[in-house]
């Protein structure tokens, strides 16, 4: 089955850019999607296929990219506000299964 | 505005079933495929089930096949899990989310599925 390995954590301070990675195999031949999970809330999405798409009201400080196995997830000038795990997610059609990636925490 | 409100979740005992339900509004429900997601305490997040927006299809993880089955009845905007053969590992949160094209595009705010003697 296909797997996304993802860093345990990524630490930045406020103001600068933090990028989260989300790696498999081939990953760029996929659509790569972005989720955000607040202590104690549920997720939301942030962040959806490599192209600079985000849902309504999801500020343009997100951003992300995908090439070859890796695939990133960019947060400029980062605030308090941000800390959170962030999951990477993809359909894989071979097995037709969501898969998400293991979580990042970010630590502002 | 999309809201998803699951229901159903508890304590059960090893072996045991229950149903989890997710009512869905604001979205024309019949138009989208929709998924369970699950997550552990202290754990990631774990993709449980989809179904598509006409019920023609459905997919399980592994790790609930032949246990769990998803379901959704149009007419009451409703999405259903139910759940049998239940194991310790199962319990966790369980989401419902509405799917885009294999975007996890909306979210529940979960329900809280323990199994435990």
Not at chain 2, 55 to 70: L, N, P
Request: proline letters at 4%.
């Amino acid at each position: 089955s296909y797997v996304l390995t993802q860093p345990p954590s990524v630490s930045v301070a406020p103001g600068q850019t933090a990028r989260i990675t989300c790696g498999g195999k081939n990953i760029g031949s996929k659509s790569v999607h972005w989720h955000q999970q607040k202590p104690g809330q549920a997720p939301v999405l942030v962040f959806y296929d490599d192209d600079s798409d985000r849902p309504p009201g999801v500020l343009e400080r997100f951003s992300g990219s995908n090439s070859g196995n890796t695939a990133t997830l960019t947060i400029s000038r980062v605030e308090a506000g941000d800390e959170a795990d962030y999951y990477c997610q993809v359909w894989d059609s071979t097995s037709d299964h969501v898969v998400f990636g293991g979580g990042t925490k970010l630590t502002v | 505005q999309v809201q998803l409100v699951e229901s159903g979740g508890g304590v059960v005992q090893p072996g045991g079933s229950l149903r989890l339900s997710c009512a869905a509004s604001g979205v024309t429900f019949s138009m989208y495929g929709m998924h369970w997601v699950r997550q552990a305490p202290g754990k990631g997040l774990e993709w449980v089930a989809l179904i598509q927006y006409d019920g023609s299809r459905r997919y399980h993880a592994d790790s609930v096949k032949g246990r769990f089955t998803i379901s959704r009845d149009i007419s009451r905007n409703t999405l259903y899990l139910q759940m049998d053969s239940l194991r310790v590992e199962d319990t966790a949160m369980y989401y419902c989310a509405k799917d885009r094209i294999s975007i996890i595009e909306n979210w529940g705010q979960g329900t809280m599925l323990t199994v435990s003697s």
